[in-house]
């Protein structure tokens, strides 16, 4: 059964820096493309950030550009987020989430990530 | 930028009866980019739906959606207690490539 394990959330100050990772099993990560979506508290779904499996495409939300930047290493079988300046607006828990032909058919179990000083 | 507006916000219903949840877009969307998915309370995302009217693997057939175009539908037959939950409607687009609708809670009435 595929597996998606975030970790690396936490409290952090605004202005600050965190690095999420996911770690996948019982499939091979560099053969799909991979998205992290967020969800805030009480708030509904938002798709954050898509790399290809190559790592060569890669898109972000006009919230998070240029502050975050998503990553792989296929190697490791684990994605990355890079969040830099964080806001409180970015106070939400986030997915890991597999992506395959127009749909999202695998998603982790969320990491809390909360921004407040 | 597409825009994905599901109505209505909640319905409130019995289990047993039926469940009619609307997406609609603010242009028209390619059937295949369009699925659904169901959350529960402290739950990630689960797929349900796929290409418009595809069943996720594992997903009862009291689960159906439809639509195409501008207007697309998930219909639940007969509510069962473990149906109540949020559902979501998702496309995949150009820019941005993935987006979500705001949600339905279907609540128990």
């Known amino acids: 059964e595929v597996q998606l394990v975030e970790s690396g959330g936490g409290l952090v100050q605004p202005g600050g820096s965190l690095r999420l990772s996911c770690a996948a099993s019982?499939?091979?990560?560099?053969?799909?493309?991979m998205n992290w979506v967020r969800q805030a508290p009480g708030k509904g779904l938002e798709w954050v950030s898509y790399?290809?499996?190559?790592?060569?495409?890669?898109y972000y939300a006009d919230s998070v550009k240029g502050r975050f930047t998503i990553s792989r290493d296929n190697a490791k079988n684990s994605l990355y987020l890079q969040m830099n300046s964080l806001r409180a607006e970015d106070t939400a828990v986030y997915y890991c989430?597999?992506?395959?032909?127009?749909?999202?058919?695998?998603w982790g179990q969320g990491t809390l990530v909360t921004v407040s000083s | 930028e597409i825009v994905l507006t599901q109505s209505p916000g909640t319905l409130s219903l019995s289990p047993g009866e039926r469940a009619t949840l609307s997406c609609r877009a603010s242009?028209?969307?390619?059937?295949?980019?369009l699925a659904w998915y169901q959350q529960k309370p402290g739950q990630a995302p689960r797929l349900l739906i796929y290409?418009?009217?595809n069943r996720a693997t594992g997903i009862p057939d009291r689960f159906s959606g439809s639509g195409s175009g501008t207007d697309f539908t998930l219909t639940i037959s007969r509510l069962e207690p473990e149906d109540f939950a949020v559902y979501y409607c998702?496309?995949?687009?150009?820019?941005?490539?993935?987006?979500f609708g705001q949600g339905t809670r279907l609540e128990i009435k």
């Open positions: 989430a597999r992506d395959f032909y127009n749909r999202i058919d695998s």
């Open positions: 019982e499939f091979i990560l560099g053969t799909f493309g």
């Open positions: 790399i290809s499996g190559s790592g060569g495409t890669i």
């Open positions: 242009q028209s969307v390619s059937s295949s980019h």
């Open positions: 290409g418009a009217s």
């Open positions: 998702q496309q995949y687009g150009s820019s941005p490539p993935i987006n």
